[in-house]
């Protein structure tokens, strides 16, 4: 064993002590000191200052009881949480989840992910994370309003507009973010960019529904021009049918692709013939404002075909964008994506690729876009969202457009930076890019605090 691998082993090793039961949260961080650990046995100040122990404990994390009630008059309970990972060069920012599946370890990865996300987009934004295992699904709109009054019933205490901003991630979109805001506002008596995804009425930015999806579509897009490849006529395999896959999907129309599947938690759809915009317009109001199945596309649009319980890998395709949730591609998924020809993978998702499904599209040679790069779009619009809010003003659609391109471009750049000839045969390997440029921002600001 290397004197770098036994390093990374040990320091996994502590890891897993100090944070029992949280295995999202050890992969998370796994697959980040694998990468920075060269560099930071290379760079001995960052390991005499423990500068990785630090950034893998977060600064806080609050769990609090979020009791509401139902239609029927029954009392329920759930768990919220706020994890502020680290403020190091901004405010926490970052979203909130509402989900079955959430846990301390889930917010844990995500809050983990999201400092070195945002410290990628270049703007001034620490990293945080949280939610709730709330179930949307199935619940009244006077449900799901009840239950964000009672969340934000705790949260308001703990967030403020230079402390940490939250915003939505799956289960959390704009119906929400009102709900929340209108709460906060009430409770503080301050109307004051505490949220971002607000609607523009009160305060949201053009483009930030948008950002996360066009931007994962961006990156890919800059992998391929590095290696002088077209996107237009491609085949494109999608996961999701949410905020971000709805919008990744539009992207690729617009740029030329053709794409060929989406799924939720049931099943995915493949449709032959290509999802266009309007069919993609569809779906928004199927899941945004009717809040059905994915299933129904396939009653509606008869050439398309669905395939309960299974995930969309096995079709054939050029590019993949999972876009739905953590691991939903594994090794069998990916072996199956190398074996029909994909050449790119950009994830829209954060965390949807376990660590042996990426090692092996690395090692076939498929361009591989990380998470934390790919999908950086959405929480850079909320950071153009928190400027416009300080300044008092709204920017064009136009003007934040080209930001968005600007900051997705710039973002691709630095990781192609630290991760050139890192990859296979002398390639860039934009994971190792992304980890050690989102790292060393945070690293040189909390060196330069000293010990705190
Ligand atoms: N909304 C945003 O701006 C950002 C979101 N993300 C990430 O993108 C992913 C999707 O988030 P959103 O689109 O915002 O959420 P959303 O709630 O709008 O959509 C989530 C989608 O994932 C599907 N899904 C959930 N669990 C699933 C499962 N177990 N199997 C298959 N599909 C499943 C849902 O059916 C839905 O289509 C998440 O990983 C989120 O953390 C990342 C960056 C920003
Ligand atoms: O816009 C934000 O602050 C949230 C974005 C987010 O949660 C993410 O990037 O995963």
Request: net charge negative; glycine share 12%; aromatic share 8%.
């Amino acid at each position: 064993m290397s004197e770098v691998e036994q390093r990374l082993e040990n320091f996994m090793d502590g890891l897993k002590k100090r944070n029992p039961g949280e295995p999202e949260f050890h992969q998370a961080v796994f697959e980040v000191a694998a990468s920075l650990m060269p560099y930071i046995v290379a760079n001995p100040t960052y390991e005499d200052m423990q500068i990785l122990e630090r950034m893998t404990e977060p600064d806080r994390t609050i769990s609090f009881r979020v009791c509401w009630e139902d239609d029927e008059g029954n009392i329920r309970v759930n768990r919220g949480f706020r994890v502020q990972f680290n403020n190091a060069i901004g405010p926490y920012k970052g979203g909130c989840r509402f989900h079955p599946t959430v846990t301390q370890s889930v917010l844990k990865f995500l809050g983990f992910e999201q400092q070195f996300k945002n410290s990628l987009t270049g703007l001034p934004m620490g990293g945080g994370k949280g939610g709730a295992n709330f179930n949307p699904k199935g619940k009244s709109d006077r449900e799901v309003m009840r239950f964000c009054q009672s969340f934000m019933h705790e949260l308001f205490r703990h967030i403020g507009p230079d402390t940490d901003v939250p915003a939505g991630d799956i289960g959390v979109g704009s119906r929400e973010i009102g709900y929340m805001f209108g709460a906060y506002k009430q409770l503080t008596n301050r109307f004051e960019g505490v949220l971002t995804g607000k609607g523009l009425e009160f305060g949201g930015s053009l483009i930030r529904t948008e950002a996360t999806g066009y931007g994962a579509v961006y990156f890919l897009q800059n992998m391929l021009d590095q290696k002088g490849v077209d996107m237009s006529g491609a085949n494109v395999v999608l996961s999701g049918s949410g905020n971000v896959a709805t919008h990744a999907a539009e992207k690729v129309n617009q740029l030329g692709g053709k794409v060929l599947t989406m799924s939720d938690s049931a099943g995915f759809i493949h449709d032959p013939d290509g999802i266009s915009e309007e069919k993609v317009n569809w779906i928004k109001n199927l899941k945004n404002v009717r809040r059905g199945r994915i299933s129904e596309y396939a009653d509606h649009f008869t050439n398309a075909s669905y395939h309960e319980g299974k995930r969309p890998w096995s079709v054939s395709c050029d590019f993949a964008l999972p876009c739905a949730t953590q691991n939903e591609i594994d090794i069998s998924d990916a072996n199956e994506l190398i074996k029909n020809g994909v050449r790119g993978l950009a994830e829209g998702a954060n965390m949807p690729t376990e660590l042996d499904a990426m090692h092996a599209f690395q090692a076939a040679g498929v361009l591989f876009g990380p998470a934390k790069a790919a999908n950086a779009g959405g929480v850079a619009v909320s950071g153009l969202e928190m400027s416009q809010n300080s300044a008092r003003i709204s920017w064009k659609e136009g003007e934040l457009q080209d930001l968005l391109q600007n900051i997705m471009k710039g973002i691709h750049d630095s990781c192609h930076k630290y991760g050139e000839g890192k990859g296979k045969d002398g390639d860039t390997d934009y994971v190792a890019g992304a980890n050690i440029a989102g790292f060393v921002k945070v690293a040189d600001a909390m060196l330069a605090y000293g010990v705190i």
